[in-house]
């Protein structure tokens, strides 16, 4: 029985869909102006995590991932370049979807754009205005009046009154209460911009993910998850549209990836300590990477570091290798087995990678002692849920680089030791093998000959 924290109820709870056997699940996605960085690497490895169990526990998923495509940043970029918003967008999506496909990030079912779905937009702000929850300002803007919703602050925790407190005064004389937000901008000069009932101009960002969701997965759906960043005001704000336009629920359980943290300081241009996706894979394998971001419970936060990496790689490694000496058979997960059921218990609990992963190291420990092709089967299959040892394992040991030395010259220097110890010459062979070392290649000697993977 599947149990998930409701960021809503702050609690976890049965996870029980509205449709017996299907899981309808939207994530908040990128907007595509510049390269993915962590932040954005976690939220698509946690999620892609998370469709991957409820499909393995049997749910048919439909799972939706959106891609904002108009802002003001998007805008502001595209200027920048002298190119079209269609030339930029489409170039970092393209990006994106290889980033993702690096970190072995599946596909969603749906990837909706928000230029796709103005017109629902236009719709769904047609009707929050007449049903009192929202007003056309004279500057040609549309707002969202937030004192007209009841449950405003549910989600967050956040009352209206400790909102008003802990507001700067708001300069815009257009909005009735400063906590309003927009639902519709006046197009400016040079932007693009769609014909509405209140003039030329284009959707806030909030209304977009309300808009989408409901298109794609029905009014009232079974998740909705995003990072923990977006839980005020975003998700609040995407309550407060949906349920202000339909008048009941929209979202059963909403699920918050934590922060992602660099040296423990959250990552920050400013702050100097800024990775895209790209950086980080240029220097380390990408399947380290998505170990990393699910040995840490995908609520809490995550600490990034060059330290962090080099532990997740060694512990990778100790994986592997533990496939590496015994071929996995191929093998049907039997979940009565003991660490099947263990690591199903721990994903059935809130999704607890940390345990599963754990569970996976017990079952390598097991296959080194046992030698037991079975076993390395179960090890495979077992990992394979969460998107790891999946490679040929002496392929993965062996990739990277070493100070410069490529996997030709690796393999000439123990050619050239196998040449040493045939003719005795213990000095050069140990010579060998210790400037091997140096270069971050250890060599293991075997009954089979000589193998090597990378430090």
């Known amino acids: 029985m599947l149990h998930i924290h409701n960021s809503l109820s702050r609690q976890k709870e049965v996870f029980t869909p509205i449709t017996p056997g299907k899981v309808n699940m939207y994530v908040c ?37 959106n891609i904002t495509d108009i802002d003001d940043k998007i805008i502001k ?3 920048e370049n002298q190119e079209t918003i269609e030339a930029l967008t489409g170039r970092f999506i393209q990006y994106m979807d290889e980033d993702a496909a690096a970190l072995g990030v599946q596909k969603p079912d749906h990837e909706p754009r928000a230029t796709q779905h103005v017109q629902g937009m236009i719709t769904m702000i047609e009707q929050l205005i007449a049903n009192g929850l929202a007003y056309p300002a004279d500057n ?15 989600l967050s925790g956040k009352s209206l009154d400790d909102l008003r407190a802990g507001e700067r005064v708001d300069v815009d004389p257009h909005k009735r209460d400063p906590l309003d937000f927009v639902l519709w901008k006046a197009s400016k000069p040079g932007e693009p911009s769609w014909d509405s009932p209140w003039g030329a101009g284009r959707p806030g960002w909030h209304i977009e993910c309300s808009v989408m969701s409901c ?13 923990q960043d977006l839980q005020f005001p975003h998700h609040e704000n995407e309550i407060a549209q ?12 909403w699920m918050h990836n934590g922060f992602l943290n660099v040296d423990n300081e959250k990552m920050s241009k400013s702050l100097g300590n800024f990775f895209t996706i790209r950086d980080v894979l240029a220097q380390y394998d990408a399947e380290v990477v998505r170990f990393l971001m699910l040995r840490t419970h995908y609520r809490g936060p995550l600490n990034y570091s060059d330290v962090h990496l080099d532990d997740a790689k060694h512990a990778l490694t100790r994986l592997y290798t533990a496939l590496k000496n015994v071929p996995a058979a191929a093998v049907e997960i039997d979940w009565s087995n003991e660490y099947a059921k263990r690591f199903q218990a721990a994903m059935n609990d809130d999704f607890a990678t940390p345990e599963a992963v754990s569970v996976l190291f017990e079952l390598a420990n097991e296959v080194n002692r046992t030698q037991s092709a079975a076993e390395a089967g179960l090890l495979k299959a077992l990992a394979g849920l969460l998107g790891f040892l999946q490679r040929d394992p002496q392929a993965f040991l062996q990739a990277g ?32 093998r210790d400037e091997l070392k140096a270069a971050g290649v250890i060599l293991e000697d075997g009954s089979q000959g000589t193998t090597w993977r990378r430090q």
């Open 29 to 65: 996605g990128m907007t595509v102006y510049d390269y993915c960085h962590l932040g954005h690497a976690r939220v698509m490895v946690v999620f892609d995590m998370v469709q991957r169990w409820l499909r393995t526990s049997g749910y048919a998923v439909n799972y939706v991932r």
């Open 77 to 79: 970029r595209a200027a």
């Open 140 to 154: 040609g803007d549309v707002y969202y009046s937030v004192h007209g919703f009841a449950g405003y602050g549910k």
């Open 215 to 227: 298109h794609h997965l029905g009014e009232h759906f079974d998740i909705h998850g995003g990072g």
């Open 242 to 253: 949906a349920e202000g336009a339909h008048g009941h629920t929209y979202v059963n359980y």
């Open 401 to 432: 680089s070493a100070d410069g030395l490529s996997n030709e010259q690796i393999d000439a220097l123990i050619a050239q030791r196998l040449d040493a110890r045939k003719n005795k010459n213990w000095a050069e062979s140990d010579r060998i």
